[in-house]
C-alpha cells in the first residue's frame, strides 16, 4: 500500500508539470494549424505563411498563455491535487493578508536587483518576449498573468511538486528542488532567476501557513506589482521621482524584512503536512 502510495505521488510530481507545459504546446499547435488552414486558403505559402503564423502567435501569447492556463487548472486540480488547499491547522484570517506586502516586495526587489545585474542585456531572450507580453489591456494582463498563474503555478509547483517531495526529502532539499523547476520551466536565464528565488520564498510561506492560498496570495501580489510597474505609468512616473523612489526604499525594507519577521512571530509552524501527496 505505501509503495502504491509513493508511486502515485511521484507520477504525479511528473505529470503535473508535463500536462502544465504540454497544454501550452497543445493550444498553440491548435491555433497554428487553424491559421494555416485560413491563410493557405488566401494563397500564402512557404516562408511567408510560416512567417506569417510565427507572427500572430508572437502577438498572442498572452492570450493563449491564458487559454491553456484555464483548461490545464480543472485538470491539476482534480487529476493531482484533490486535497483542500488548507490542512485543519492551516492559518486563515487576516494573517494571510501579510503575504501580499511580502510578494510585492519580494518582486520589486529582485525585479531591481537582476535589472542592476545586467543579466537582461546579456540573456536578452526575456526583452523580447516582453515585448509581445506588455501590449494589450491591462486588466486583462492582471487576469492572464496574475490571478491564474498564481493559482495554477502554486497547485503544481507547490501543491504536487514541494508538497510530494517534502515528504520524501528533507524540507529544505524539497523546496530548493521545487524552486530550481519552477524556476527552469520559464525557460529564459531572466525569468529563471526571478521565479527561482520567488519559488524559494513561496515554499517557506506555504510551509509556515500550511495553507496553499497563503504562497497563491503571494504569488498574485508579486505578479500584479511587476505588470504595474511594467504597465502602469502613473506607477512608473511616481517611482522615477526623489520621493518616490524613498517611498519605495521604505517600502522594501518593510516588505523583505519586517513582514517575514512578523510572519516568523505569528504564524507558529504546523505540526503536520500542508499536503500529503494522496491524490
Known sequence: MKQTKKTVIILSMIL??????????????????????????????GQELAAAVGELLQKNVVPLSAAASLICLPIVYFLFFRQRFAAESAEKGLKLLLVIPFGIAASIGLNYLIALSGIPQRFPEYNRLSEHIYQGNILFELAALALIPGILEELIFRGVLYGGLRTMIPIPAANLLSALIFGAVHMNVTQFLYAFFLGLLFGWVYERYGNLWASALMHMAGNTASILLTEWKPLKNLIGTDGGSMAVFAFLLFGCLIVPAIIWKVVPPKPETPYRGTP
Do not use: D, H, K, W
Not at 504546446?25 to 493557405?40: D, E, L
Open 16 to 45: 503535473a508539470p508535463f500536462t502544465y507545459l504540454a497544454m501550452g504546446q497543445i493550444v498553440s499547435f491548435c491555433v497554428s494549424f487553424y491559421y494555416i488552414a485560413r491563410f493557405s486558403a488566401g494563397g500564402l505559402e
